[in-house]
């Protein structure tokens, strides 16, 4: 329970720094700066290209090393990333700085993860879930401090703000970490000497990306997170084009996130007991009803609970995602197994924004929203059809 607490905290004020540098100001800096629609929505993706890169390499060093190792090293990102945005005066400079700090969520998630699943037993929906409110209350904090702090003093003070937040959560890390965790890294235990050379790495990855179960979570995963990193780009201009302003929108994204906090936890000893493809099926079709309403519901009010429940179906699907990768994660594979779920993720979230961004400028953003509504469908579907054929338990087995 103390490793959950410890990597809880450090996650709540990482999520907060690199969030309130995001949600909702970055597609307003970057407006400011003069980039178009489709430069936005790359530079909102620049963060998650990273994790494309690195995900599988950290989740894997730590099933070798340990996790505290990998941990420190992304908090170090965290803390410093924040300070590189105070030299930005152009959209290129904006997404270089973008890409650094998502070297930090790259490494820090996936490892974070697998600590949490090593340390779980029987409760790991749970206990992911656990983690990943602790993390949204700062994901949650993160808007409704950035909206206001930008219409009061510019991009400048969110950034310290976030360099603030950064440092705390590496001192946080360093404090938790003066005493050694017992049995820090079960997984370690299970790779023999052979397996740590070069060659046995990739024919590890490959093995791993053949996994269909993995593979298939994996996929899920990249749909969800597709339409989250767009919905987040697009929202804020999408908000303020109704008549919002920044800190009616930064406050409008924290009390979603805090919906996602408060029930997460009870999602997660849900897909527990009842199973994990159940939970995401219902997230699924509860998100995809949320945008299809967003597309077509013109009032500005009709905003509040539409994005309510639109919050409330991602943490259907993400109580159930992470938990079901540590399930199917081969025994000794823990770290990369996360660490390949949280790469697909992030090529979802890759493509997204600069894709809906671009359909957005061509139709409109009413028409990249619906768009989200008709993927998440699709995922659906497929996600009801690998039910059927697993069973109504909802657990992927190995093929």
Known sequence: ???????????????????????????????????T??????????????????????????????????????????????????????????GIARFYHGFATA???????????????RNTGQNLSLYSSATMIGRALAPTVGGPAYDLGGPMSVYLIAGVAGILALA???????????AENKEA?????????????FKKL????????????????????????????IFPLYARQRGLTSGQIGLLLGIQLAGI???????????DRFGRLPMMVAGLLTCTMSFFLLAVLQPAYAIVPLILLYGLGFALITASTSALAADVARKGRLGASLGILSTLMDVGQT????????ISDTWSYAAGIGVLGLLLLLAAFGCMIALVRQGKSGVISPP
């Open 1 to 35: 329970m103390r490793a959950i607490l410890m990597i809880g905290c450090c996650g709540a004020l990482a999520i907060f720094s690199s969030t309130i540098s995001k949600s909702p100001i970055l597609p307003l800096f970057a407006r400011s700066l003069g980039a």
């Open 37 to 94: 629609g489709a430069q936005i929505g790359w530079i909102a993706s620049a963060s998650t290209v990273p994790g494309i890169l690195v995900s599988y390499l950290a989740g894997d060093l730590a099933d070798r090393f340990g996790y505290k190792k990998i941990l420190i090293g992304s908090l170090l990102i965290f803390a410093s990333a924040p300070f590189f945005y105070l030299l930005v005066q152009d959209p290129l400079g904006l």
């Open 107 to 121: 490494a820090f998630g996936p490892v974070a993860m697998a600590t949490i699943a090593a340390f779980s037993g």
């Open 172 to 182: 946080a890390a360093f404090w938790f970490f003066r005493k050694p965790i017992e």
């Open 189 to 201: 235990a299970h790779i023999k000497k052979d397996e740590t050379s070069p060659q046995s790495f």
């Open 206 to 233: 490959w093995g791993l990306l053949k996994y269909r179960p993995l593979l298939l979570v994996g996929i899920l995963d990249a749909c969800a997170y597709f339409s989250y990193g767009a919905f987040e780009m």
């Open 261 to 271: 906090i408060l029930f997460k936890p009870l999602f997660g000893r849900a897909s």
């Open 351 to 358: 493509f997204g924004p600069p894709v809906i961004g671009a």
